[in-house]
């Protein structure tokens, strides 16, 4: 079945560093693909999407291209804040009729001053 | 006023007890999902709803029944609860068309003692 694999965590970082969080992905279909971020003691929140190939997601600073080549979705930001210290969650969804979303396990970011 | 609510934020009980969490969206959609995040595993679909007449079983059902009152309220019971099903669960929305985002609810931590 679909799946997603992402970087395990934590990742610590300086501020002001640059962050890739690494994210491939296995699917039968042409999925969509999101980054999700979850700040401390709160829900999900859609930082950015693709939905085909070559597409490139961003949002707040963020990256992310869709690679249907080497199956990947890697977020890249250039310079990171304090304020970016969150759980990064990437997805798929088959885009089918259920419009389920397959997560991976999450990275834990830690941005430091 | 948050677009996914859900009730209780936390909650602790015995094993045995019967639990019900609750939620409720104003944002319109038809889709509703219940999901459970455990550390190292990421988010894992419990169960899913397109209407109130129309509910699906997720990945990992067993254990859990849900009742979809109204368009806008989707509950998750745990008829019997058990130690291993303390989680953060969330709830969240989409709309009809496929490949869209979900939005998510602030979740709701339960502990079975």
């Known amino acids: 079945g679909d799946s997603v694999t992402q970087m395990e965590g934590p990742v610590t970082l300086s501020e002001e560093a640059f962050l890739t969080i690494n994210c491939t992905y296995t699917?039968?279909?042409?999925?969509?693909l999101f980054w999700y971020v979850q700040y401390p003691g709160e829900g999900l929140q859609l930082l950015l999407k693709a939905t085909k190939a070559d597409d490139k997601g961003s949002n707040k600073g963020f990256e992310a291209t869709y690679r249907k080549e080497t199956t990947s979705f890697h977020l890249e930001k250039g310079s990171v804040q304090v304020s970016d210290s969150a759980v990064y969650f990437c997805a798929l969804s088959d885009g089918g009729a259920t419009n389920k979303l397959i997560f991976g396990t999450g990275t834990l970011l830690a941005v430091q001053p | 006023d948050a677009d996914v609510t859900q009730t209780p934020r936390n909650r602790i009980t015995k094993t045995g007890k019967r639990i019900m969490l609750e939620c409720s969206q104003t944002?319109?959609?038809?889709?509703m999902y219940w999901y459970r995040q455990d550390p190292g595993l990421g988010l894992r679909l419990i169960y899913y709803?397109?209407?109130?007449?129309?509910?699906n079983k997720g990945e990992i059902s067993d254990g859990y029944s849900v009742s979809r009152q109204a368009q806008a309220k989707f509950s998750l019971s745990l008829e019997s609860a058990i130690p291993n099903q303390t989680a953060l669960y969330f709830c969240?929305?989409?709309?009809?068309?496929?490949?869209?985002?979900?939005?998510f609810g602030p979740g709701t931590r339960l502990t079975v003692l």
């Open positions: 709803s397109f209407d109130v007449k129309d509910i």
């Open positions: 969240a929305t989409s709309d009809f068309l496929g490949r869209n985002e979900q939005f």
């Open positions: 699917a039968t279909g042409y999925p969509s």
């Open positions: 944002k319109g959609h038809d889709r």
